[in-house]
């Protein structure tokens, strides 16, 4: 499955949840506490996506957008309905 994320590094508290603008498909937020300085954040993405759809580490992976705030993350084993639910939530 690949889904979109816009990205905020640097943000005050770790989050994941909601949706950016009303693009189809969906945009999931992540905010992350990691600067986006030397792929930082995009380690930090990567962690926050597996834990919060419950999936190990290495079932999500960037697929294109790596020097981008919007990504698009190649994931395995995913519930639909959880990332429904992340989608529509406001990440606390």
């Not at 930082?40 to 981008?68: C, E, M, Q, W, Y």
């Amino acid at each position: 499955m690949r889904l979109s994320v816009r990205v905020y590094p640097g943000a005050k508290h770790a989050r994941v949840g909601g949706r950016y603008g009303s693009d189809e498909p969906p945009i999931l937020i992540v905010r992350v506490t990691a600067p986006a300085v030397d792929g930082k954040a995009n380690d930090a993405v990567l962690r926050s996506v597996s834990a919060a759809l419950g999936v190990p580490r290495h079932s999500v992976r960037i697929a294109t957008g790596f020097k981008s705030r919007t990504k698009v993350l190649d994931l395995d084993d995913v519930d639909a309905d959880l990332l429904a639910a992340l989608l529509g939530s406001d990440g606390e």
